[in-house]
């Protein structure tokens, strides 16, 4: 064998390089084109055409006429249902969201704490996260009944038989009791994204606290909080943006009555939409579009009001 035949064979970099990068965006594409298509199938395109056709009077076999900024000009002046339904939305948006991110830190902190029987209340508070809205509607429903439910028959066994309500039937107490229920249901979820931040906190920060004779409330306050406002602000985000967008459980429990009493955005959308003989497509469009852009600017406001202006370094 000569010395020639002993020499390894070269191959051209430049061609080598070139067949990794075909190869390699070969590749990209094959994963990108199919999320790509399906995300402008199901949501880009649902999405302008929602916005198109609330320009429209749209009949159910597609037939439309234009009419500009006609359905919007409606809704704002003129439509009171809606209003109630944005009231009602408010409400349960404001109040639910508070109440839920507060209550979800304070089951955190007593199971951090080493509460009693601490595994056996963290399943039991987080066992109702699992459990599908129409589940925890019916149960809830049979729980309100004014005449077998339970909430009525407790107050009639320890005497309080005069506080008994019809709870989903009384325009003042319906959407408190539906808002009960869409608490019992998410306050598990808080509770453990938030125990997660704190087994995550600094044991430095938490024992020098200790040793500087930091009371329990103080520590929670100038210690533990500011250094959970990243994650209390994105709980706070998504339950805003839940609550704002609240359907199937009202739709369940109430439908939205009685009244208008628990009427939410969402209900109402689909009531014009589907619930109506009002043939017109185009307005519950107009109220989906419009809600939406609401939405996206009071998450928007609340990202700047709560934005965490100094970066905590441990």
Same mark, same amino acid.
């Given at each position: 064998?000569?010395?020639?035949?002993?020499?390894?064979?070269?191959?051209? %970099?430049?061609?080598?390089?070139?067949?990794?990068?075909?190869?390699?965006?070969?590749?990209?594409?094959?994963?990108? &084109? !199919?999320?790509?298509?399906?995300?402008?199938?199901?949501?880009?395109?649902?999405?302008?055409?929602?916005?198109?056709?609330?320009?429209?009077?749209? =009949?159910?076999?597609?037939?439309?006429?234009?009419?500009?900024?006609?359905?919007?000009?409606?809704?704002?002046?003129?439509?009171? $249902?809606? /209003?109630?339904?944005?009231?009602?939305?408010?409400?349960? $948006?404001?109040?639910? $969201?508070?109440?839920?991110?507060? =209550?979800?830190? @304070?089951? +955190?902190?007593? @199971?951090?704490? =080493?509460?009693?029987?601490?595994?056996?209340?963290?399943?039991?508070?987080?066992?109702?996260? @699992?459990?599908?809205?129409?589940?925890?509607?019916?149960?809830?429903? #049979?729980?309100?009944?004014? %005449?077998?439910?339970?909430?009525?028959?407790?107050?009639? /066994?320890?005497?309080?038989?005069?506080?008994?309500?019809?709870?989903?039937?009384? !325009?003042?107490?319906?959407?408190?009791?539906?808002?009960? $229920?869409?608490? #019992?249901? /998410?306050?598990? *979820?808080?509770?453990?994204?938030?125990?997660?931040?704190?087994?995550?906190? !600094?044991?430095?920060?938490?024992? +020098?606290?200790?040793? %500087?004779?930091?009371?329990?409330?103080?520590?929670? &306050?100038?210690?533990?909080?500011?250094?959970?406002?990243?994650?209390?602000?994105?709980?706070?985000?998504?339950? *805003?943006?839940?609550?704002?967008?609240?359907?199937?459980? &009202? #739709?369940?429990?109430?439908?939205?009555?009685?009244? /208008?009493?628990?009427?939410?955005?969402?209900?109402?959308?689909?009531?014009?939409?589907?619930? #109506?003989?009002?043939?017109?497509?185009?307005?519950?469009?107009?109220?989906?579009? @419009?809600?939406?852009?609401?939405?996206?600017?009071?998450?928007?406001?609340?990202?700047?009001?709560?934005?965490?202006?100094?970066?905590?370094?441990?």
């Amino acid at each position: 064998m000569t010395a020639s035949e002993l020499q390894p064979v070269r191959t051209d %970099d430049g061609l080598a390089s070139q067949g990794a990068r075909q190869t390699s965006r070969a590749t990209l594409l094959a994963f990108v &084109v !199919p999320a790509v298509a399906i995300f402008v199938l199901f949501t880009l395109y649902p999405v302008l055409r929602t916005i198109w056709n609330s320009t429209q009077t749209l =009949g159910p076999m597609g037939n439309g006429t234009f009419v500009g900024l006609q359905n919007f000009e409606e809704i704002l002046f003129r439509d009171k $249902t809606f /209003w109630k339904a944005v009231s009602n939305t408010a409400i349960f $948006t404001i109040v639910g $969201t508070i109440a839920d991110v507060a =209550g979800g830190l @304070l089951l +955190a902190l007593c @199971l951090y704490a =080493g509460a009693p029987m601490s595994r056996t209340l963290r399943v039991i508070w987080f066992t109702p996260v @699992l459990m599908s809205y129409v589940v925890v509607g019916i149960i809830w429903t #049979w729980l309100y009944d004014y %005449d077998w439910g339970l909430i009525n028959h407790i107050l009639r /066994w320890i005497g309080l038989g005069a506080l008994e309500q019809s709870w989903l039937g009384d !325009p003042n107490t319906a959407l408190w009791a539906v808002l009960v $229920t869409h608490l #019992w249901k /998410w306050l598990g *979820f808080n509770m453990i994204i938030c125990l997660a931040a704190l087994s995550a906190l !600094p044991k430095e920060v938490l024992g +020098a606290a200790e040793l %500087d004779a930091c009371g329990w409330w103080a520590k929670l &306050v100038y210690v533990i909080t500011p250094m959970l406002w990243p994650t209390l602000l994105n709980l706070t985000v998504l339950s *805003f943006i839940g609550k704002m967008m609240m359907f199937d459980l &009202v #739709w369940i429990m109430t439908g939205g009555g009685p009244l /208008w009493a628990t009427e939410t955005v969402s209900t109402y959308v689909y009531k014009r939409a589907f619930n #109506w003989n009002t043939f017109n497509l185009g307005y519950p469009s107009a109220i989906a579009v @419009l809600w939406s852009g609401m939405i996206i600017a009071f998450v928007l406001l609340m990202m700047r009001l709560f934005r965490q202006r100094e970066r905590l370094e441990f």
